[in-house]
Nanobody, 123 residues
Framework: QVQLVEAGGGLVQAGGSLRLSCVLS????????MGWFRQAPGKEREFVAS????????DYTHSVKGRFTISRDNAKNTVYLQMNSLKPEDTAVYYC????????????????WGQGTQVTVSS
């Protein structure tokens, strides 16, 4: 059974930091590119960041560049999203996702999804 389990969400003041983590089980982690997406109330799910299977290549949506960092530890089957200088507009449910072999910015191209973790940034 394939599972993606996120952790690390919470309530933080603007300017603060959070680190999200996501563990993949049931599949060979190093075979999957990983992505983070988010969905705010009343909005569509949007791409945040992705990382290649080896971790050598990353991609970010413009609004988080310079503030968020995606990384992975293949020995721990875990992908991380370090979020710094958080803004109220970052408030959303954050989802991790796994895409076999290579990643894109398109949600439909991902094979597996986590249940989501809430991030709330107060002003």
């Amino acid at each position: 059974q394939v599972q993606l389990v996120e952790a690390g969400g919470g309530l933080v003041q603007a300017g603060g930091s959070l680190r999200l983590s996501c563990v993949l089980s049931g599949r060979t982690f190093s075979s999957y590119a990983m992505g983070w997406f988010r969905q705010a109330p009343g909005k569509e799910r949007e791409f945040v960041a992705s990382i290649s299977r080896s971790g050598s290549s990353t991609d970010y949506t413009h609004s988080v560049k310079g503030r968020f960092t995606i990384s992975r530890d293949n020995a721990k089957n875990t992908v991380y999203l370090q979020m710094n200088s958080l803004k109220p507009e970052d408030t959303a449910v954050y989802y991790c996702a796994a895409a076999y072999f290579s990643s894109t910015t398109v949600p439909g191209s991902y094979d597996y999804w986590g249940q989501g973790t809430q991030v709330t940034v107060s002003s």
